[in-house]
């Protein structure tokens, strides 16, 4: 059994329809060249290879499933189990590998996280703020422009 959204339900028994319907015993996807017959790994990978030519791309089959596998990890709609599932691993360990973050939306993130208002800073009820200034020294906002104000930098 194959998990599919309603848009593929509908995409495939258009598929379906288009061939002139299928038996429930045979395989569904189907050469179109030379006799008709069930498509193997191997015709997928050429259909792939040519349409990569076209393209001038290099992917695989192993690259869409992959991709497939980021899209839904990354989909809040779905958990990692359903994800696993969907893919058919033994151990969830092997699905996690999809939930690693690409680079560009790691620095996407990090530039949200350092650019965003801060709050000022407060202390607990029953602190005095001068005996915090005593024990810790005054407090300063440091500017990353100027190198002389910098955390660490020597004073004059």
């Known amino acids: 059994m194959v998990p599919l959204s309603p848009e593929a339900v509908l995409w495939l028994a258009r598929y379906i329809a288009g061939r002139g319907g299928c038996d429930l ?3 569904v996807w189907r050469t179109l060249r030379g006799p008709d017959r069930a498509l193997t790994y ?9 349409a990569n030519d076209r393209l001038g791309t290099n992917w695989t089959v192993h690259d869409l499933r992959h991709t497939a596998g980021v899209r839904m990890a990354n989909d809040p709609a779905l958990t990692l189990t359903d994800v696993q599932t969907i893919l058919g691993h033994a151990d969830i360990s092997t699905t996690t590998i ?3 973050p690409r680079v560009e939306e790691m620095f996407d993130r990090l530039h949200a996280y350092y650019t965003r208002p ?3 800073p407060t202390l607990p009820a029953g602190y005095d703020p001068l005996d915090m200034e005593t024990i ?3 407090a300063r906002n ?3 422009d100027d190198p002389d104000d910098a955390p660490g930098a020597a004073s004059s």
Do not use: K, P
């Open 25 to 27: 015993d045979e395989m």
């Open 42 to 50: 191997s015709a997928l990978r050429r259909v792939l290879q040519r």
């Open 98 to 100: 999809y939930t690693v």
């Open 118 to 120: 801060r709050s000022a």
């Open 136 to 138: 810790f020294g005054a």
């Open 142 to 144: 440091h500017s990353l």
